[in-house]
Nanobody, 116 residues
Framework: QVQLVESGGGLVQPGGPLTLSCAAS????????MAWYRQAPGKERDVVAI???????YYVDSVKGRFTISRDNAKNTLYLRMNNLQPEDTAVYFC??????????RGQGTQVTVSS
């Protein structure tokens, strides 16, 4: 049974860092594409970053240079390192199993709030 559990969210000041984790079970994170999505209040859920099974990455323009997606196959965990966080990054962040992200399994989400 596929299960994804996000953690690491919280309240952070503008300019600060945060690292999100997504612990996976029931499959190997290294065997398929994985993604981080986020959903801000009143907005659609949008992709933030993707890593495919060979390690290639994609970032939405608004987070390029600030966010890094990675995975630890031994721990079967997906990460999102977020630097220089801004108020507009405030959202619930989800990890999603690919390759079909629109219908793939996702976790319950973790809240990230950027505020002074």
């Amino acid at each position: 049974q596929v299960q994804l559990v996000e953690s690491g969210g919280g309240l952070v000041q503008p300019g600060g860092p945060l690292t999100l984790s997504c612990a996976a079970s029931g499959f190997s994170v290294g065997s398929t594409a994985m993604a981080w999505y986020r959903q801000a209040p009143g907005k659609e859920r949008d992709v933030v970053a993707i890593i495919n099974n060979v390690g290639s990455t994609y970032y939405v323009d608004s987070v390029k240079g600030r966010f890094t997606i990675s995975r630890d196959n031994a721990k079967n965990t997906l990460y999102l390192r977020m630097n220089n966080l801004q108020p507009e990054d405030t959202a619930v962040y989800f990890c999603v199993k690919g390759p079909a992200f629109s219908t793939g399994p996702r976790g319950q989400g973790t809240q990230v709030t950027v505020s002074s």
